[in-house]
């Protein structure tokens, strides 16, 4: 049976790419390789919204190079969005390739591995499936106990932040029929899943193919009216009863809506936590970026999440550093972490990518001034966050379990409704993967918190709690 290996690299959007590249190969018989050197088929899926992408690229095809040469027939393949980006210039710089594959491409792979497996030149295919969209299905990986999934909702985005590359690699916004999406969740819940991600660039976007378009009816700075999302969210409570946890990632601060702010005060199966990109708290910049939305939007959408649902926590995405920003306008990002609270966010320093619109401002914030930023942006997010999981110590929460910890600590981990990663201690011999447990929290580490489970009370089931007697938790005394 033939090997593969894929090595990835970027966002979550490509993460749940090669998981679709992996089931797509291991359905024309391939199975996995455990390194590299065994691989017959060696994929390199790449992200192009980071700085140095295709640096980081060029290095790892030196790196797999000399497999290639010391393995005839080995297949070497690029995807994802530098694929995407690059397409047959990669072949120029890289011409040890065999495939370059764009992300809607996925599907044709074993094709092409057969057309270079017969002779055939270097094959680039890099094609937006505009007009026939494909989801790739999720399907629980056979050995390996799942207990959270990623439901692609729909691709490609129509945005047009300045600084993103995101609309050149992955295309116009494309939608998934609803019932396509509940069947998979179904059948996710089926084999055990027991939290979904709904997943897209802007996931809160989505409506019914063919329905009109909320981001056309828009104006810039206006809140839609309405929000087909939140109806979707609402259909996936009521048809998929033992789905315990449903998130959604990356929404826009443009389509938090109305009625999607009451679909979180409505549904306890969405978890009281919001990553919410914001990028900049200046409108200054936030102008520049065109992200079409103000500070003052953003806050007023944040409060209604906040007043709908109690405890709810956010966490966000910055740039530092765009051109343009001042210490002034770098102030007001720190006024906004402040304002809103954030528990955590991942923050990057500006760096110009090919092909975007903010390409042409230049970058004129030095790295020592982008540095400094960075430095106290995190600062002061870790001290909120700090605060915020020391203030959990000696309460209860509750856990959905992951599995095992990392590293043989005994342990298992999991993540509270409001997304902190808690690792906690079991009675002995019980194994509460896939339950949602009542944990009491005995410590708070950097970024996330240590618990025991409470044993006579620890299993819960969404919408009844079930008590679990002391030998049912695996004999504690
Ligand atoms: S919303 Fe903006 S940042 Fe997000 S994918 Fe679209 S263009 Fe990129």
Redesign the pocket.
């Known amino acids: 049976m033939k090997q593969y290996f894929v090595q990835t690299f970027g966002c979550q959007m490509n993460v749940h790419d090669s998981r679709r590249i992996e089931e797509v190969l291991r359905r024309s018989g391939y199975r996995e390789a455990t390194e590299p050197a065994l691989a017959d088929l060696l994929i390199v899926n790449t992200c192009s919204v980071r700085e140095k992408a295709e640096h980081k690229l060029m290095s790892l095809l030196g790196t797999f190079r000399p497999y290639k040469e010391a393995q005839r027939g080995m297949v070497l393949a690029v995807a994802g969005c530098v694929a995407q980006q690059e397409g047959e210039r990669l072949l120029k710089k890289a011409p040890f390739v065999d495939i370059i594959l764009g992300p809607d491409n996925i599907p044709e792979l074993p094709a092409l591995i057969r057309e270079v497996e017969q002779g055939a030149p270097p094959i680039t295919r890099t094609v937006f499936d505009m007009d026939d969209p494909q989801f790739l299905k999720a399907k629980p990986h056979p050995g390996r106990r799942e207990v959270t999934a990623y439901v692609t909702v729909m691709k490609g ?1 129509d ?3 300045t ?5 050149h690699t ?1 295309g116009s916004e494309r939608y998934r029929p609803a019932d396509e999406i509940v069947g998979e969740i179904r059948d996710l819940v089926a084999g055990g899943v027991r939290e979904v991600t709904l997943l897209g ?2 996931v809160n976007s989505w409506h019914e193919p063919g329905a009109p378009s909320e981001a056309a009816k828009l104006q810039p700075k206006t809140a839609p009216s309405t929000s087909q999302f939140a109806e979707l969210l609402r259909r996936i409570a009521r048809e998929v009863p033992d789905l315990s946890r449903l998130r959604y990632t ?1 929404p ?1 601060p443009r389509h938090i809506t109305p009625e999607l702010v009451a679909a979180h005060a409505e549904l306890e199966l969405l978890p009281a936590h919001v990553h919410l ?1 914001v ?1 900049s708290g200046s409108d200054r910049v936030l102008r520049r970026m065109a ?1 079409r939305y103000t500070a003052a939007d953003y806050v007023a959408r944040t409060d209604a999440l906040k007043e709908a649902r109690e405890g709810l926590t956010l966490s966000t995405d910055f740039i530092v550093g765009f051109p343009g920003e001042t210490d002034a306008d770098f102030e007001r990002t720190l006024e906004l972490v402040r304002r809103v609270g954030f528990v955590a966010a991942f923050a990057f320093k500006y760096s110009p990518r090919p092909y975007t619109p903010a390409l042409k401002l230049g970058d004129e914030v030095s790295e020592e001034v982008k540095d400094r930023r960075l430095s106290r942006l995190f600062a002061l997010i870790e001290s909120q966050q700090r605060a915020h999981l020391e203030s959990w110590v000696a309460k209860d929460v509750e856990v959905l379990v992951e599995g095992r910890s990392p590293g043989d600590t005994g342990r298992f981990s999991g993540r509270t409704e409001r997304n902190e990663i808690v690792h906690l201690i079991a009675p002995e011999g019980y194994d509460p993967t896939g339950e949602l447990v009542a944990v009491t929290i005995d410590e708070p580490f950097r970024h996330s918190l240590s618990g025991y489970m409470t044993g006579a009370e620890g299993r819960r089931e969404r919408g009844r709690r079930t008590r679990l007697s002391l030998v049912d938790a695996g004999g504690a005394a």
């Open positions: 985005c945005e047009r932040c600084f993103c590359i995101v609309p992955r660039q802007t990356s826009h990109p990028q992200r």
